[in-house]
């Protein structure tokens, strides 16, 4: 069966730019998260979708950083005014809503900022 | 706070050894733990999981995962490595203490390499 996409796979912009990534999770995922993975370390939380509603987005570092869901499936993740700092590959995993379930991940989409 | 730690950047292990890869955590609450595999170019991959129960879990490809309360450990195995096992390992913990159970926190990784 189809597993997470995310598009794209490769984002080169400029310093200053907006981007969009997207994600489309499992059909029936009911949770969707966001995550952050820099070189030589593990992925860092950003936001945690339930449905249509942000659960949590205590890890969205500054407001630069936005993530919509408007109808429970496919999420965009909107980051403005893009700095060199924001380079990282940007993963988003999908679950079914019970605590004990597992994540399923995407490949990540690869953000480079000159 | 919640952590998780991967105290070994990288394992060596030759083909057909037994193999570790080590993972402690801090949590406020309940702790359900997860390893998942990233191999080059790829997504994250769910080998196996502690919810409750059996401290010795069992999961994909030949790998199972010991839960040790006391050491608040939860280490990676397998019996005898294969060099298809050569990939970055993450471990990672999810705190069931109210307001904390919405996010996961994963360690920096262990990158095994099994030599032939």
């Known amino acids: 069966g189809a597993g997470v996409s995310q598009t794209p796979s490769n984002k080169v912009t400029e310093k200053g730019k907006y981007v969009e990534l997207r994600c489309d999770p499992i059909?029936?995922?009911?949770?969707l998260y966001w995550y952050r993975q820099s070189l030589g370390q593990g992925p860092e939380f950003l936001i945690y979708f339930q449905g249509t509603g942000a659960a949590d987005d205590s890890g969205l570092p500054n407001d630069r950083f936005f993530a919509v869901r408007p109808e429970g499936s496919v999420s965009t993740l909107k980051i403005q005014r893009t700095e060199r700092g924001d380079s990282a590959v940007y993963l988003c995993?999908?679950?079914?809503?019970?605590?004990?379930?597992?994540?399923?991940f995407g490949p990540g989409t690869r953000l480079t900022v000159l | 706070a919640q952590s998780v730690a991967q105290p070994e950047d990288q394992v060596n292990v030759a083909e057909g050894n037994p193999l570790t890869v080590k993972c402690t955590y801090s949590v406020s609450g309940n702790p359900y733990l997860f390893w998942y595999v990233q191999y080059p170019n790829r997504g994250l991959q769910f080998l196996l999981k502690y919810i409750t129960g059996d401290n010795l879990v069992k999961g994909s490809y030949g790998f199972e995962a010991e839960f040790n309360k006391s050491q608040t450990s939860f280490h990676l195995k397998k019996p005898s490595a294969l060099v298809s096992d050569s990939a970055l390992y993450f471990c990672?913990?999810?705190?069931?203490?109210?307001?904390?159970?919405?996010?996961?926190?994963f360690g920096s990784g262990t990158k095994l390499n099994v030599k032939p």
């Open positions: 995993a999908s679950s079914s809503s019970a605590a004990y379930n597992e994540q399923f």
């Open positions: 059909s029936g995922h009911t949770a």
């Open positions: 990672a913990v999810r705190d069931m203490y109210q307001g904390n159970f919405n996010k996961f926190y």
